[in-house]
């Protein structure tokens, strides 16, 4: 197949994007590099530097079998303080791509969407029947997206998948997390492991969980690549699905912490701040539907193999 990837000079991305390449798929990825890396692209994959919006350019890229549309603004926070910029880029250009996509014909589209669509949920885990009520711009962004794809599945122009991740983690020797600025816990961990950091700060110790840190979901990026291409082969059968991806366990901060002074060897230090708003206290995917529908189970995505993936891919990044 000839498979679009927007959004394959970034993390999740660049790992789908290489191992739709081993399994023999071409490639063209579309990044407008505006967080990702030209450096981040699989050298067999066509790169094409642009926009995802950009209808003509789209338009222009010639017979596609699927689109995988990862490209998007991530930062929860970032989209409390600028909303017009997720709008703009997470929604309006996706508009535009899907406009582009339907006018030369793409049968099937799969969607980077997100559990930041729950919200704060009281009862773990979180399956796709509950209600959505985003915190952030950002949630309300991917929530958006996947209504448009709900309607262009009805009027059966396109079939589209939404997948809803979790907290994705991990990584492959090749493609490192590194996100631009990086806020995920687990590499900013890493870095003060490593050296490349002074310190850690971790936010909430009072939160309703059994040590008051966070709880979170970690799926191992490797995992959700295979889900992806799944997912496409899934769409033969189906107009439209929206399937959670996660490992269905929850780790705390400290939980992970834990982990990462194991893997790394290095204690850490750790500073112990206020919460942050808009931070939900727990996020824990129930994945039995992806499970059923996509005959997919995560291979590697116990948390102390995704710390040392993440640790022996990180340790390559020289600074
Ligand atoms: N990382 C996570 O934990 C997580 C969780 C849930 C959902 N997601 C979603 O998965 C997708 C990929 O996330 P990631 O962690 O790889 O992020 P990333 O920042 O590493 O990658 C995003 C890529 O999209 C590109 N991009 C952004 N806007 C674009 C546009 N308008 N046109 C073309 N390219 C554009 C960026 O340059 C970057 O290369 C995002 O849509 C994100 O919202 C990520």
């Known amino acids: 197949m000839r498979i679009l990837v927007t959004g394959g000079a970034g993390f999740i991305g660049s790992t789908t994007a290489e191992l739709l390449l081993d399994l023999g798929h071409d490639v063209v990825v579309l990044d407008s590099l505006v967080t990702g890396s030209r450096d981040n692209v699989p050298t067999r994959a066509t790169f094409v530097h642009g926009d995802c919006g950009d209808v003509d350019l789209v338009g222009s890229l010639g017979a596609l079998d699927a689109c995988i549309h990862f490209a998007g603004l991530i930062e929860p926070r970032a989209s409390m303080k600028y909303p017009e910029r997720f709008f703009a880029n997470n929604v309006a250009s996706s508009l535009r791509l899907f406009d582009a996509l339907v006018g030369i014909h793409v049968p099937k589209v799969v969607f980077s969407s997100s559990c930041a669509v729950y919200g704060d949920q009281d009862a773990m885990p979180i399956s796709e029947d509950r209600p959505v009520a985003p915190l952030s711009p950002y949630g309300r962004s991917k929530r958006m997206v996947e209504e448009t794809l709900e309607w262009l599945a009805t009027l059966g122009r396109i079939r589209a998948a939404s997948l809803r991740y979790f907290n994705a983690a991990g990584a492959t ?147």
């Open 173 to 319: 020797l090749a493609h490192p997390e590194a996100h631009q600025p990086e806020g995920h816990l687990i590499p900013v961990a890493l870095d003060v492991a490593a050296g490349r950091r002074g310190h850690l700060d971790v936010y909430g110790t009072d939160f309703p969980t059994p040590d008051g840190t966070c709880v979170r979901d970690y799926i191992h990026v490797s995992d959700l690549a295979a889900a992806h291409v799944a997912a496409i082969g899934a769409l033969d059968g189906h107009d439209e699905l929206i399937l959670n991806l996660g490992s269905e366990t929850g780790s705390s901060n400290r939980d992970v912490i834990n982990a990462v002074e194991r893997v790394t060897g290095v204690t850490l230090d750790v500073r112990y701040v206020a919460r942050r708003a808009g931070d939900p206290a727990a996020a824990v995917a129930s994945s039995a539907r992806a499970r059923e529908v996509l005959g997919w189970r995560p291979e590697r995505s116990d948390l102390e193999v995704v710390v040392a993936d993440a640790w022996a891919a990180r340790q390559q990044i020289s600074r």
